[in-house]
């Protein structure tokens, strides 16, 4: 399979490049830094700075997963706009791009996360339920979203990722973590019970290629555990694993006036569940939190 990626150097992309290359398939990365691409993904990707790079190959598939990292700096006004560039300027290009070739790839699967949803409280959160659009992460994903579905104007298949908190000791949230909790200054956020929708990066990977190979796949998909949970037990259970304690409280003032609007992400959660995965018939490698992080654990 021919497949072209965006966002291929980030913790997910560079893990289904490793993947999808073991089972033979043909990469592609489309990338600001083409040269870094083999060292990132494995010898066998090829990067592009352009999309024109191209030309008129065929392509069965196209990854896009490109987007600035959200929780990494304020978000000041500057800030959003290169969210939302990065995201949807990107993809408004890549569908651009795609209208003036011949050829379509038969599916595009374009990420978007559980933020979605916005802050759903303690309600549980299938792929049917709807939004509340109350913050600007919320809003960034249904633009994302919507601006990916224009392909099926082409007859391209859409499959939304609406993915959660990835457990991976290569990066992420986790790596974010890491030390105050091995310092014992880890604990729960604000009151802790805000829901933690988690998937663990096997998970995710095994996710997106089980849908895109499944031909009857489309619209969105919930990439996260079937067993969502708070912020207080979530922060108990890595301090276990990590051996260290847990009860350092980050009080929910200290983040709103350090963070402003941006503390939304830590003190709302989504009591996501993967509803569609599993009726299409997903299995699971971790379903328990405790076993998600033992196994990332001795590389963390």
């Given at each position: 399979m021919r497949i072209?990626?965006?966002?291929?150097?980030?913790?997910?992309?560079?893990?289904?490049?490793?993947?999808?290359?073991?089972?033979?398939?043909?990469?592609?990365?489309?990338?600001?830094?083409?040269?870094?691409?083999?060292?990132?993904?494995?010898?066998?990707?090829?990067?592009?700075?352009?999309?024109?790079?191209?030309?008129?190959?065929p392509l069965d598939a196209i990854i896009n997963l490109a987007g600035a990292p959200i929780g990494d700096r304020l978000w000041t006004h500057k800030r959003k706009a290169l969210?939302?560039?990065?995201?949807?300027?990107?993809?408004?290009?890549?569908?651009?791009?795609?209208?003036?070739?011949?050829?379509?790839?038969?599916?595009?699967?374009?990420?978007?996360?559980?933020?979605?949803?916005?802050?759903?409280?303690?309600?549980?959160?299938?792929?049917?339920?709807?939004?509340?659009?109350?913050?600007?992460?919320?809003?960034?994903?249904?633009?994302?979203?919507?601006?990916?579905?224009?392909?099926?104007?082409?007859?391209?298949?859409?499959?939304?990722?609406?993915?959660?908190?990835?457990?991976?000791?290569?990066?992420?949230?986790?790596?974010?973590?890491?030390?105050?909790?091995?310092?014992?200054?880890?604990?729960?956020?604000?009151?802790g019970r805000q829901w933690m929708p988690w998937i663990h990066i096997k998970d995710q990977i095994g996710a997106i290629d089980f849908l895109l190979q499944r031909i009857d796949a489309s619209g969105p998909y919930n990439a996260c555990a079937p067993q969502p949970v708070r912020n207080r037990e979530f922060a108990k259970t890595l301090g276990s694993v990590l051996h260290r304690p847990a009860f350092m409280p980050l009080p929910t003032l200290v983040l709103k006036v350090a963070l402003g609007e941006m503390s939304l992400l830590l003190l709302g959660g989504q009591k996501a569940v993967p509803a569609r995965l599993l009726e299409a018939g997903y299995t699971f490698q971790f379903t328990d939190l405790r076993a998600a992080l033992d196994d990332v654990s001795s590389r963390l």
């Open positions: 072209l990626l965006t966002g291929g150097t980030g913790l997910i992309g560079r893990q289904l490049c490793r993947h999808w290359s073991s089972q033979g398939h043909h990469l592609t990365v489309w990338s600001r830094s083409p040269e870094k691409v083999a060292g990132i993904c494995g010898p066998q990707v090829r990067g592009i700075a352009r999309l024109e790079d191209l030309g008129q190959e969210l939302w560039s990065s995201r949807i300027t990107l993809t408004e290009t890549l569908l651009a791009w795609l209208e003036s070739r011949e050829q379509k790839p038969e599916v595009l699967i374009s990420g978007s996360a559980v933020g979605w949803y916005g802050d759903g409280g303690e309600r549980e959160l299938s792929e049917d339920s709807p939004p509340v659009i109350d913050d600007f992460a919320s809003q960034l994903c249904i633009a994302w979203e919507e601006t990916a579905q224009r392909a099926e104007a082409m007859g391209i298949r859409v499959v939304l990722v609406r993915t959660g908190l990835v457990v991976s000791a290569e990066g992420g949230f986790l790596s974010r973590l890491l030390l105050p909790f091995k310092l014992g200054l880890g604990g729960p956020i604000g009151n």
